[in-house]
């Protein structure tokens, strides 16, 4: 293991695969955070938005990390976000009284409303599942999803050998930058030199998937008999009451956007 990866493989180990959520089983981490998000998905206002951040944010402080971790895992949702809600508010429907106006940007105080309302729903779908999945492990998201849910084994297997396979991204990609380095052909052009080793890094994944698919097949991970399982995975009381809490998320924000008059069914009548 290199030395920059160490540090992060130590703070996983400590601290994301301890504490309560990381004996919950997977299953009820991803039913949770379908709980979460399929309610905000057909609603779009700033009452359930914001109410669900809020009651997140509070249960973020039992989830058993630590705030650099926290702040890593999510740092992609704090990105992402807020330029989401910036495109809707210079491209969004114009509403209300305008605000700013140039060329095709047009910022009126309903597409302020709506950017708002958006960038509040994006952190309260995908804070909760960035959350739940950082202690999940790929083995124990692929028992559950055989034995709990009774998905096809092959499609379950293959699922978690792609998974795998994730993690040697990062490696490829540093040693095609070494190799080309050595060969001095990465000293200029860095904008070309990032699409020839995308290319080459997506060549060689092609390959590798071909050759695990072909290893995976020839040690009968493609037959139809039923398989079995060296481990257990069984749906605890502790997966229970994360998919309740998270219910209870869900309702308390619909509720209170219900009650002050905010709620906005996207596929209902507009407008």
Same mark, same amino acid.
């Given at each position: 293991m290199s030395e920059s990866a160490a540090p992060f493989a130590a703070e996983r180990t400590t601290d994301a695969r301890h504490g309560w959520l990381a004996g919950v089983n997977p299953v009820a981490k991803l039913a949770a955070s379908a709980?979460?998000?399929?309610?905000?998905?057909?609603?779009?206002?700033?009452?359930?938005?914001?109410?669900?951040?809020?009651?997140?944010?509070?249960?973020f402080l039992f989830a058993g990390l630590s705030w650099r971790t926290f702040w890593i895992r999510t740092a992609p949702v704090w990105i992402?976000?807020?330029?989401?809600?910036?495109?809707?508010?210079?491209?969004?429907?114009?509403?209300?009284?305008?605000?700013?106006e140039w060329f095709i940007?047009?910022?009126?105080?309903?597409?302020?409303?709506?950017?708002?309302?958006?960038?509040?729903?994006?952190?309260?779908?995908?804070?909760?599942?960035v959350v739940l999945f950082v202690t999940v492990d790929p083995t124990d998201l692929a028992d559950g999803l @055989?034995?709990?849910?009774?998905?096809? %084994? *092959?499609? /379950?297997?293959? &699922?978690?050998?792609?998974? $795998?396979?994730? !993690?040697?991204?990062?490696?490829?990609?540093? @040693?095609?930058?070494?190799?080309?380095? %050595? *060969?001095? /052909?990465?000293? &200029?052009?860095?904008?070309? $030199?990032?699409? !020839?080793?995308?290319?080459?890094?997506?060549?060689?994944?092609?390959?590798?998937?071909?050759?695990?698919?072909?290893?995976?097949e020839a040690r009968g991970f493609g037959?139809?008999?039923?398989?079995?399982?060296?481990?257990?995975?069984r749906f605890s009381a502790s997966g229970w009451i994360l998919v309740a809490i998270a219910a209870a998320v869900s309702i308390i924000a619909v509720a209170a956007a219900v009650a002050t008059g905010a709620f906005n069914f996207i596929l209902g009548p507009q407008d």
């Amino acid at each position: 293991m290199s030395e920059s990866a160490a540090p992060f493989a130590a703070e996983r180990t400590t601290d994301a695969r301890h504490g309560w959520l990381a004996g919950v089983n997977p299953v009820a981490k991803l039913a949770a955070s379908a709980v979460i998000a399929l309610p905000l998905v057909f609603t779009l206002d700033i009452v359930s938005a914001a109410v669900a951040v809020v009651l997140e944010c509070v249960l973020f402080l039992f989830a058993g990390l630590s705030w650099r971790t926290f702040w890593i895992r999510t740092a992609p949702v704090w990105i992402a976000a807020p330029l989401t809600g910036v495109t809707i508010a210079l491209y969004g429907r114009s509403s209300g009284t305008v605000v700013f106006e140039w060329f095709i940007m047009r910022v009126s105080e309903g597409s302020l409303e709506l950017a708002l309302a958006t960038f509040l729903r994006v952190l309260a779908i995908a804070l909760p599942s960035v959350v739940l999945f950082v202690t999940v492990d790929p083995t124990d998201l692929a028992d559950g999803l @055989a034995q709990v849910w009774r998905l096809p %084994a *092959r499609f /379950v297997m293959g &699922a978690l050998a792609g998974l $795998r396979m994730v !993690g040697l991204f990062i490696d490829d990609w540093r @040693a095609l930058e070494l190799a080309r380095r %050595a *060969r001095g /052909v990465a000293d &200029a052009g860095r904008l070309r $030199r990032f699409f !020839g080793m995308a290319f080459a890094l997506l060549v060689l994944s092609i390959r590798r998937g071909s050759k695990l698919a072909t290893a995976m097949e020839a040690r009968g991970f493609g037959a139809d008999t039923p398989r079995t399982f060296a481990r257990e995975s069984r749906f605890s009381a502790s997966g229970w009451i994360l998919v309740a809490i998270a219910a209870a998320v869900s309702i308390i924000a619909v509720a209170a956007a219900v009650a002050t008059g905010a709620f906005n069914f996207i596929l209902g009548p507009q407008d």
